[in-house]
C-alpha cells in the first residue's frame, strides 16, 4: 500500500514544545485521513529542532465507493413533502427512487452512491488544514506574513507514493506561498544542500548523510551512551538528569559529546552552585567521582563534528563556563559576609502578597504557628524551630538566590552553617519548601517538619481568607500542591495533628496582624468556616494522594462524611480498616443488606411521609429474627464504640462483622411490611438501626459498586 511522507521544514523549534507537536502533528492528519474514509495501516511522527515529519503507512489509493440509502416519505405523499425529499437527494424526478417496503408500509428510498476521490487529489487540501490547526504554547509571524507559526516556516515536502503532491500552502496575500516538494535540506552547517527524496526509507537514510538523526529516541540513546562512555574514560560517571537529557535532544540534530574542565578555582563553590549554573544556563552534564562528589569535569552535547575534535567547542565552552562561575563564586563570598539573622529585616521590602502583607510578616506567623506545631512533634526542640523559622526565607535577599531562584532554601542552609548555626536549624532552612512534588524526599527531622507545615499551612489558609482558591486547572499560587505536601509531611511522619485546631490558630495570626482580613460577621464562626472548607479541600487532595497508591476514593468519602474528623493519621487507620472489611465475603454481604436496609426504609418514609430513625420499641420485637438482629446491633453498637475510642478500627470492623448473620437471618425470615402498622413501623425502625450502628464507623452509603 502507498506511503505518505510530510516534513514541515522550519527554523529551530523550542526543545519543551517538540515532543508534543509531533503528536499534535500525527493527530491531526491521521484524524482527517479517518474523517475522510482513508484508512492506513500505521503512522509515526519524529521531530529535530528544524523539522517535523510524518511517515504514514497503508494509505490507499483512493477513497472507498459509498452506497446510502436515503428513505423519504410514503407512497402518495403530498407532493411538496416528495419534492422536498427530491431536492436534498439530489434526485430529478421520483421515478428514480426506489420502493421499499417498510413495517408494512410503502415508502420511497433514495440510493445515493458515491464514488470515492483520488486519495492524491484531497491530500494537500487535508495537509493545509492540519498544517493551520497546529496550536503551539508560543507562537510568531515573520517578515509580512499573517500565518503564525512556532517558528518561520521554510519548507514542506510531501510525498504520496513516491510522487510529490500537488500543492500549496499559502501563508498570505502578501508573502506568498510554499509549494509542495520532494526534496528537503540536511544540517544547517555541515550539509545545507538541498536533496530529493522517494520515500521515508531513502529520506531518513539520506538525512543521516547530511548529519540530521531524524529519530528523537535514538538521538536521545547516542547522547546517554557518549555521554557514559566519556566519562567512564576518565574513571568519572554522569550525574543522572532525565529532564537536561530530553532537553538537550531537542537542541541537536547531530549530537557530538565532548568533555570539558572546570577550573580548580571554583570548587570550593557548593555544588548546587555549580550544577545549577552549568545545567540551567549552559545545559551541561555535571560529572561525579568515584566518591559521587562533584567532579572538576563537565560534559557538552555539540551540534555538529569539527576537523579539531572538539577542541575549539570546549575552550570556548569553558571561557563561557569559566564567566558565569565567576560571578557565582563573587556572590558566594559576598553573601557569606552577612549573617543570615541580620538579612531577616530585608523581607519586610518584599512582598508574600498584596492583601497578605510581606514575606516578613509571613515570616512573624511562620515562626509562632511552627512553635505550636513542634509541641505535637516528637524530639522537636522549639528553640531550633523557632531559629530555622525565623531564617527560613532570608536567603530570598541573597546575591545567589537572586541570580539562581531555584536554590532558595539550598543556599540558606549554607549560608547558616557558615553562620554557625545548629545542624537541625540549617537542615530546616534547607527542607522547609518539601515535599515539591510527588517524587521530591519528604522531611522527616522535627525541626524541618514543623517549619515545613507551618510554611504551607499558613499560605493555605491565608489565600483561603481572601477567596483565592484553586478553580478548574488554575492553580497560580500553588495551594493544591502545599495541601499534598501538608498530607505526605503528617502520613509519611504518622504525627497526629488535629488541622481544624491548627487552620484556626493560623486564622488568629493573621487577624492579629490584618484585622480587617476575615469577613464580616462573628470571627469565631467565621474562622470555622473557613477552616471547614479548607478540611474539604483537604479531602479532595487526600483522594487524589491515596489514588496513586491504589486506595478507593470513596472509602476517604465515607469516613470523612462522619464529620469531625481532621486527624489524617487516624482517619488513613479507618480508611484501611474499612478498605480490609469490605475485601471479606462478610463485609461485602453486610455492605448489601446495608444498603437493602437503606432503601427499604428510605422507600417507605417517602411513601409514608415519615421519619423512622427512633430506637425500636423492645416490647413489640415479635419473630426470634428480629429479637437477635436487635441484640447484635446494641451488642456491635456498643464493641464497635469502645473500639473506636481505643482507635481500634480494624477491631470495630470485626465488631460490624457479627452482624452479618443475624440481618440476613431476618430479611430471610421477617417481613418488614407487615399489615399490623405498629409491628411495620417498629422493624423499619429496627432496619433504621442497622444504618445508624454501622454509620458510626463509616458513613456506608458513601461507598460505590
Excluded at 419 to 434: F, G, I, L, N, P
Aim: hydrophobic share 45%; net charge neutral; charged share 30%.
Amino acid at each position: 500500500m502507498p506511503e505518505l511522507l510530510v516534513e514541515l521544514l522550519s527554523e529551530e523549534i523550542p526543545a519543551r514544545m517538540q515532543a508534543r507537536a509531533a503528536e499534535d502533528f500525527k493527530r491531526l492528519v491521521t484524524d482527517r485521513l479517518k474523517e475522510a474514509g482513508l484508512a492506513f495501516t500505521r503512522a509515526d511522527a519524529y521531530v529535530t529542532p528544524r523539522r517535523l515529519a510524518l511517515v504514514v503507512d497503508g494509505v490507499p489509493p483512493r477513497q472507498a465507493d459509498v452506497r446510502e440509502e436515503r428513505k423519504g416519505p410514503r407512497v402518495g405523499a403530498p407532493d411538496q413533502a416528495i419534492q422536498g425529499f427530491l431536492k436534498s437527494a439530489g434526485l430529478r424526478s421520483i421515478d428514480q427512487a426506489q420502493v421499499q417496503e417498510i413495517k408494512g408500509a410503502k415508502f420511497y428510498v433514495a440510493v445515493i452512491e458515491k464514488k470515492g476521490g483520488e486519495t492524491a487529489a484531497m491530500l494537500p487540501a487535508l495537509l493545509d488544514g492540519a498544517i493551520r490547526a497546529m496550536s503551539w504554547p508560543k507562537s510568531m509571524r515573520w517578515a509580512r506574513t499573517t500565518f503564525r507559526w512556532v517558528r518561520p516556516l521554510h519548507g514542506i515536502l510531501a510525498l504520496y507514493d513516491g510522487r510529490k503532491l500537488d500543492g500549496t500552502f499559502v501563508l498570505d496575500r502578501e508573502s506568498g506561498t510554499l509549494t509542495f516538494g520532494d526534496g528537503t535540506v540536511g544540517h544547517r552547517l555541515p550539509a545545507p544542500k538541498r536533496f530529493t527524496v522517494t520515500g521515508f526509507k531513502d529520506y531518513q537514510a539520506k538525512l543521516r548523510e547530511a548529519r540530521v538523526v531524524l529519530d528523537p529516541a535514538e538521538r536521545r540513546r547516542k547522547i546517554a551512551g557518549d555521554l557514559a562512555a566519556l566519562a567512564e574514560q576518565e574513571g568519572l560517571t554522569v550525574r543522572p538528569d532525565d529532564a537536561l537529557l530530553d532537553e538537550v535532544t531537542g537542541l541537536v540534530e547531530w549530537p557530538v559529546v565532548y568533555l570539558g574542565t572546570i577550573d580548580q578555582d571554583y570548587m570550593d563553590v557548593p555544588p548546587e552552585v555549580l550544577i545549577t549554573a552549568m545545567r540551567t544556563h549552559q545545559k551541561y552534564f555535571a560529572l561525579l567521582d568515584r566518591e559521587m562528589r562533584l567532579a572538576p569535569r563537565f560534559a557538552l552535547v555539540a551540534n555538529m563534528e569539527t576537523s579539531d575534535g572538539g577542541k575549539a567547542v570546549v575552550a570556548g565552552n569553558e571561557r563561557v563556563l569559566r564567566a558565569r562561575l565567576s560571578d557565582a563564586k563573587f556572590f558566594w563570598d559576598q553573601d557569606r559576609r552577612q549573617r543570615m539573622e541580620s538579612r531577616v529585616p530585608a523581607l519586610n521590602d518584599i512582598v508574600f502578597h498584596a492583601r497578605l502583607g510581606s514575606l516578613g510578616d509571613k515570616v512573624d506567623r511562620i515562626e509562632s504557628l511552627a512553635v505550636e506545631i513542634a509541641a505535637h512533634i516528637p524530639n522537636a526542640n522549639k528553640d531550633r524551630v523557632r531559629s530555622a523559622a525565623r531564617l527560613a526565607k532570608a536567603d530570598l535577599t541573597t546575591q545567589m538566590v537572586g541570580e539562581f531562584p531555584e536554590l532558595q532554601g539550598v543556599m540558606g542552609r549554607y549560608y547558616a552553617l557558615h553562620d554557625k548555626e545548629h545542624a537541625a536549624v540549617a537542615q530546616a532552612v534547607a527542607e522547609h519548601y518539601s515535599p515539591v512534588g510527588p517524587n521530591d524526599d519528604c522531611p522527616t527531622a522535627g525541626t524541618s517538619v514543623a517549619v515545613a507545615l507551618a510554611d504551607k499551612i499558613d499560605t493555605l489558609v491565608g489565600f483561603w481568607l481572601i477567596g483565592e482558591k484553586p478553580t478548574g486547572s488554575k492553580d497560580p499560587f500553588a495551594l493544591r500542591r502545599a495541601a499534598l505536601g501538608v498530607i505526605r509531611l503528617v502520613l509519611e511522619n504518622q504525627l497526629r495533628l488535629g488541622l481544624v485546631r491548627l487552620f484556626a490558630e493560623a486564622i488568629r495570626l493573621y487577624r492579629e496582624e490584618r484585622p480587617a482580613l476575615l469577613p464580616e460577621g462573628d470571627p469565631a464562626a467565621v474562622a470555622r468556616e473557613v477552616a471547614l472548607d479548607l478540611l474539604a479541600f483537604f479531602a479532595d487532595r487526600l483522594k487524589v494522594h491515596l489514588r496513586d497508591a491504589g486506595v478507593r476514593h470513596d472509602l476517604v468519602s465515607a469516613v470523612f462524611a462522619l464529620g469531625g474528623e481532621d486527624d489524617i493519621v487516624r482517619l488513613m487507620a479507618r480508611v484501611h480498616a474499612l478498605r480490609d472489611f469490605l475485601g471479606t465475603d462478610d463485609g461485602a454481604n453486610l455492605l448489601v443488606a446495608y444498603r437493602r436496609a437503606a432503601n427499604i426504609v428510605r422507600i417507605e418514609e417517602k411513601k409514608d411521609g415519615a421519619r423512622y430513625n427512633e430506637e425500636p420499641d423492645r416490647g413489640r420485637l415479635e419473630a426470634a429474627e428480629e429479637k437477635a438482629l436487635m441484640a447484635a446491633l446494641a451488642e456491635a453498637e456498643r464493641d464497635s464504640r469502645a473500639a473506636i475510642a481505643k482507635e481500634d478500627f480494624a477491631g470495630a470492623m470485626a465488631a460490624l462483622a457479627r452482624l452479618r448473620r443475624p440481618v440476613d437471618a431476618f430479611f430471610d425470615k421477617v417481613t418488614v411490611n407487615a399489615d399490623d402498622r405498629a409491628l411495620r413501623a417498629n422493624r423499619l425502625r429496627l432496619l433504621s438501626r442497622i444504618q445508624a450502628t454501622m454509620d458510626q464507623v463509616a458513613v456506608f452509603t458513601q461507598i460505590e459498586g
